[in-house]
């Protein structure tokens, strides 16, 4: 197991591997309620919309998955990174997710379409880690070399 996330009501787990299985745990009974098996790489992140509407895997096959919770359908295939997505994160409004890959970029995505909003390509830097903060600020930085 690679990635965990824990659903906002406290009902549910979902977790990632590197075998490219996601599945989705009940968590007061251990139950695996949905093996999902569309990923043709390693899992790196997993995240839960706040609302526990859908959740979101990152994997080293370049793309970015967003499923149904309660049913394990999938709903959209992300795709434009070139490189293995490390980070995924999903606003506190449920609209939007943010990836971030090994392929030195950030991609902005409509949750609810899966249309890709914006990419940040400048990044001089693999993108490990991803975090959004209850009130976003537009506000970009980057890392520099020797300081």
Request: hydrophobic share 40%.
């Amino acid at each position: 197991m690679r990635a965990i996330a824990v659903s906002h009501d406290g009902q549910q787990v979902v977790s990632g591997s590197f075998d490219t299985t996601v599945k989705v745990w009940q968590l007061a009974t251990g139950e695996a309620l949905h093996t999902l098996e569309e990923h043709s790489r390693g899992i790196f992140d997993v995240a839960i919309t706040p609302s526990d509407r859908y959740f979101a895997s990152g994997s080293w096959d370049e793309t970015v998955k967003v499923w149904r919770l309660d049913s394990g359908e999938l709903v959209h295939t992300l795709s434009g990174h070139t490189g293995s997505v490390r980070s995924v994160a999903i606003a506190p409004d449920n609209r939007l997710l943010v990836s971030g890959s090994f392929d030195e970029t950030i991609r902005l995505w409509d949750l609810e379409t899966g249309k890709e909003l914006y990419a940040l390509e400048e990044y001089a830097e693999p993108v490990y880690a991803i975090a959004l903060a209850r009130m976003v600020v537009p506000w970009w930085g980057q890392a520099a070399k020797g300081l």
